[in-house]
T-cell receptor
Framework: AQTVTQSQPEMSVQEAETVTLSCTYD???????LFWYKQPPSRQMILVIR??????QNATENRFSVNFQKAAKSFSLKISDSQLGDTAMYFC?????????????FGKGMKLTVNP | GAGVSQTPSNKVTEKGKYVELRCDPI?????LYWYRQSLGQGPEFLIY????????DSGLPNDRFFAVRPEGSVSTLKIQRTERGDSAVYLC?????????????FGEGSRLTVL
């Protein structure tokens, strides 16, 4: 079974500081995708960053970067220069392909609060 | 429209009633997904459409849940004989070809409350 684990339910950080959100996953597949999604109070899930498992280079999107450790099945998100607008729920997700289906499997999420 | 649109935004119903939730995906997106998000949990997969057909409905919890996408665009999630445990936010997402090839665009969800 494919599972995604986010062990930290909640974190807080001061504005302008750096914070790292952890995620581990379990799969027997070799080629897959990993994602971090952000969900503000509006409920809309917004893609933060995506990593393709066959790429060794860690993905980066402006202030957001990942530390992808394929052997350890670890996929952490680093947010640099935290901003008040980063306050949200963050979900790690694994993209599962089986037969003709493609679907995201999500972790339970982590609540991040950025304090002024 | 520019994004994925879901209606209603909020729905309160009584146990045993029938409800329909509507999703209008981004124009041109062939893949459409329904997810259910219970309080304090991550979204759980319900069903995946590629065009008009359900390519994967393995996440539908039981036969009270059904979804259609007759013209390959708008989709309706239908729940019969609602139960209190059905209370959740139902999220819809669309994509050009599927999750692995690009980004999933989510709507703001429909919050269902079953009294």
């Amino acid at each position: 079974a494919q599972t995604v684990t986010q062990s930290q339910p909640e974190m807080s950080v001061q504005e302008a500081e750096t914070v790292t959100l952890s995620c581990t996953y379990d799969t027997s597949e070799n080629n897959y995708y990993l994602f971090w999604y952000k969900q503000p109070p509006s409920r809309q899930m917004i893609l933060v960053i995506r990593q393709e498992a066959y790429k060794q280079q860690n993905a980066t999107e402006n202030r957001f970067s990942v530390n992808f450790q394929k052997a350890a099945k670890s996929f952490s998100l680093k947010i640099s220069d935290s901003q008040l607008g980063d306050t949200a729920m963050y979900f790690c997700a694994f993209m599962l392909k089986q037969g003709g289906s493609e679907k995201l499997v999500f972790g339970k999420g982590m609540k991040l609060t950025v304090n002024p | 429209g520019a994004g994925v649109s879901q209606t209603p935004s909020n729905k309160v119903t009584e146990k045993g009633k029938y409800v329909e939730l509507r999703c209008d995906p981004i124009s041109g997106h062939t893949a459409l997904y329904w997810y259910r998000q219970s309080l304090g949990q991550g979204p759980e997969f319900l069903i995946y459409f590629q065009g008009t057909g359900a390519a994967d409905d393995s996440g539908l919890p039981n036969d009270r849940f059904f979804a259609v996408r007759p013209e390959g665009s708008v989709s309706t999630l239908k729940i019969q004989r609602t139960e209190r445990g059905d209370s959740a936010v139902y999220l819809c997402a669309s994509s050009k070809r599927g999750a692995g090839s690009g980004e999933l665009f989510f709507g703001e969800g429909s919050r269902l409350t079953v009294l």
